[in-house]
């Protein structure tokens, strides 16, 4: 199994403040999928990144792929109560599941007022 | 707009009952799969399915069976719950051969076996 592991675990901002979360590697990745999940809600598809070093930008979400195609970062700027949320990155399986996604354990992100 | 549903969407149960979550989607997605999310934990594949009659065991053991019989039903059946069977359950579908995975989730459903 392709281990994704994300950075910070948890993190607790103020309004209007930017942030970082990161999600590495140490296999490659054909492409690296962020979803945000809400409390009592599946997962919901944020973005798809395919080419290693490319970026690509949600409003006030930007979300960059590394060269090497094994690590990914999502940087928010301004952050609005909102964008409370689990964000969890994910990358296809490399084994018999197919297409199947391997996902890291999130980040639990609170933004308050 | 993702179409897919699941229920119940929480169910509390005595030990040794059986089970059934439902799942549905309404994209005609070939695809669909099934996790398990416990709290800090990734989601852990226990299931997935190709198309109708295709099913397979996901890297997750897990004691649960599924059965596809039409392409926008994915049910899964506990024969007897257990407490270690606490836990959210989520349903997710694909389409063919997309070349990014992405993957539409239903709402999930919480269970807990007393």
């Known amino acids: 199994t392709q281990l994704l592991e994300q950075s910070p675990q948890f993190l607790s901002i103020q309004e209007g403040e930017n942030l970082t979360v990161y999600c590495n590697s140490s296999s490659v990745f054909s492409s690296l999928q962020w979803y945000r999940q809400e409390p009592g809600e599946g997962p919901v598809l944020l973005v798809t990144?395919?080419?290693?070093?490319e970026v690509k930008k949600l409003k006030r979400l930007t979300f960059q792929f590394g060269d090497a195609r094994k690590d990914s970062s999502l940087h928010i700027t301004a952050a609005q109560p909102g964008d409370t949320g689990l964000y969890l990155c994910?990358?296809?399986?490399?084994?018999?599941?197919?297409?199947?996604?391997?996902f890291g354990k999130g980040t639990s992100l609170l933004v308050t007022p | 707009e993702a179409d897919i549903y699941q229920t119940p969407r929480y169910l509390v149960i005595g030990t040794g009952k059986k089970i059934t979550l439902e799942c549905s989607q309404t994209?005609?997605?070939?695809?669909m799969y099934w996790y398990q999310q416990d709290p800090g934990m990734e989601l852990h594949l226990i299931h997935y399915?190709?198309?109708?009659?295709?099913?397979e065991k996901g890297d997750l053991s897990s004691e649960s069976t599924v059965s596809r019989i039409r392409t926008e039903h994915f049910p899964l059946t506990l024969e007897s719950a257990r407490p270690s069977h606490t836990s959210q359950y989520l349903c997710?579908?694909?389409?063919?051969?997309?070349?990014?995975?992405?993957?539409?989730f239903g709402p999930g459903t919480r269970l807990t076996v007393l």
């Open positions: 994910a990358g296809p399986q490399v084994s018999n599941s197919g297409y199947a996604l391997n």
């Open positions: 990144v395919v080419t290693g070093g």
């Open positions: 399915s190709y198309g109708v009659n295709s099913t």
């Open positions: 997710a579908s694909s389409e063919g051969t997309s070349g990014g995975f992405e993957q539409f």
């Open positions: 994209m005609g997605h070939d695809k």
